[in-house]
Nanobody
C-alpha cells in the first residue's frame, strides 16, 4: 500500500493550490483519508479529513478557506486551498486509515509529503 501526493509548490499570498493524493496497492477498504501539515519547528497538525466519503472535518486555521473532497471509487482525496497565507507554509502529508487485504484491522498510512510555500 502506498499513498502518492501531488500538487504542492510556491504560491503568492491570496493564491490557490490543489493537492491530490491517491492510495494504491492491496486495499480492502478505506475508512478515512485526509491531510495534515507540519511547519518547521512545529508539531504536525490536522488540516482536513473526510470519512465515509462525505463527512468532513477541518482544522480551525483552514476553515472557510480549504475544501477537502474524496472519491471512494478512485481511492483519492483532494484538498483545494484558497486564500493562502504565509502561515500555511508547511509540508503537507496525506493520511489514510485503511484495511489492507492482508489484515482485517485498519492501519494508518502516510504519504511522503509535499511542500507548500506561500510567499511573495
Amino acid at each position: 500500500v502506498q499513498l502518492v501526493e501531488s500538487g504542492g509548490g510556491l504560491v503568492q499570498p491570496g493564491g490557490s493550490l490543489r493537492l491530490s493524493c491517491t492510495a494504491s496497492g492491496s486495499i480492502l477498504s478505506i475508512n478515512a483519508m485526509g491531510w495534515y501539515r507540519q511547519a518547521p519547528g512545529k508539531q504536525r497538525e490536522l488540516v482536513a479529513t473526510v470519512t465515509g466519503g462525505s463527512n468532513t472535518n477541518y482544522g480551525d486555521p483552514v476553515k472557510g478557506r480549504f475544501t477537502i473532497s474524496g472519491d471512494r471509487a478512485k481511492n483519492t482525496v483532494d484538498l483545494q486551498m484558497n486564500s493562502l497565507k504565509p502561515e500555511d507554509t508547511a509540508v503537507y502529508y496525506c493520511k489514510a486509515v485503511l484495511v489492507p487485504r492482508s489484515s482485517w484491522a485498519p492501519f494508518d498510512y502516510w504519504g511522503q509529503g509535499t511542500q507548500v510555500t506561500v510567499s511573495s
